[in-house]
C-alpha cells in the first residue's frame, strides 16, 4: 500500500505500555507524530473528538504540556484516543491489534462521541 511511512521528528509524545495503550507524555519540549490516515476507525476517532475526517493524514504534537491533533488543541485523552484507532487497521510493518484492543478503542471512540454531541449542544 501506498502511503504507509510514517515520520517522527524528535522524539515520540507517546511510549507503549502494556497492555497495548498509548500514553501521551506531555512536558516533552516538542514532539510530533505524523502517519497517513490508515482506515475507518481513525476517521472515527477524529470525529468523535471533533475534527474533520477528511485529511491525508494524522498529525499528533507536543510543545511542552500542550497537545494537538492535526494542528487543533486537544486533551491528552483525545490524543491517546485517535493514535489507538490510527493502530486498529493491520498493516504489513506491525502486528495485528488484538480483537479486545479494538474493542475497547471503539468503546473509548463511542464514550468520546457521546461527550461531542453532548458539547455541541450545549454551544447551539
Do not use: K
Not at 488543541?73 to 484516543?81: C, K, L
Amino acid at each position: 500500500m501506498e502511503g504507509l511511512t510514517m515520520r517522527i521528528y524528535t522524539e515520540t509524545p507517546f511510549r507503549m505500555t502494556p497492555p497495548r495503550m498509548a500514553v501521551v507524555m506531555p512536558g516533552e519540549m516538542s514532539s510530533l507524530w505524523v502517519a497517513p490516515i490508515n482506515g475507518p476507525i481513525a476517521r472515527e476517532a477524529l470525529e468523535a473528538i471533533g475534527l474533520p475526517s477528511d485529511g491525508e493524514e494524522i498529525r499528533i504534537g507536543t510543545q511542552g504540556d500542550v497537545v494537538t491533533v492535526n494542528g487543533a488543541r486537544v486533551t491528552q485523552g483525545d490524543a491517546v484516543i485517535v493514535y489507538c484507532a490510527w493502530h486498529c487497521t493491520p498493516n504489513d510493518f506491525r502486528e495485528d491489534p488484538s480483537e479486545e484492543f479494538v474493542r475497547q478503542v471503539r468503546h473509548a471512540i463511542a464514550v468520546r462521541l457521546g461527550i461531542e454531541r453532548q458539547l455541541q449542544g450545549l454551544r447551539a
